[in-house]
């Protein structure tokens, strides 16, 4: 099993930053990719960032320019950092973890709340 947990989530006006992190735990050996999801309210979750085992990098369309996922292997934790936000940046951000053998994203955190104000 693999543990997730989110932090660094907060409040903040628009065009201010915040940077996610997910620590994971458990068997960390097995994951080899990793990702932040979002939901916001009546909208389904969305792919944000994406990170796989060779360091390639994934980004939403409307995320891409402002937004960077990074790894820390040795700390077994991947940071989400968000520059630029906007009103329309603010969900729930869930961290992600895919394992060796498997399919997709196996996963899941409990989600930090990220607030933009206007």
């Known amino acids: 099993q693999v543990q997730l947990v989110e932090s660094g989530g907060g409040l903040v006006q628009a065009g201010g930053s915040l940077r996610l992190s997910c620590a994971a735990s458990?068997?960390?050996?097995?994951?080899?990719?990793m990702g932040w999801y979002r939901q916001a309210p009546g909208k389904q979750r969305e792919l944000v960032a994406a990170?796989?085992?060779?360091?390639?990098?994934d980004y939403a369309d409307s995320v891409k320019g402002r937004f960077t996922i990074s790894r820390d292997g040795v700390k077994n934790t991947i940071y989400l950092q968000m520059n630029s936000l906007k009103p329309g940046d603010t969900a729930v951000y869930y961290c992600?973890?895919?394992?060796?053998?498997?399919?997709?994203?196996?996963?899941w955190g409990q989600g930090t709340q990220v607030t933009v104000s206007s």
């Open positions: 992600t973890a895919a394992i060796v053998g498997g399919v997709g994203y196996n996963y």
């Open positions: 990170i796989k085992s060779g360091g390639s990098t």
């Open positions: 458990g068997s960390t050996f097995s994951i080899n990719a």
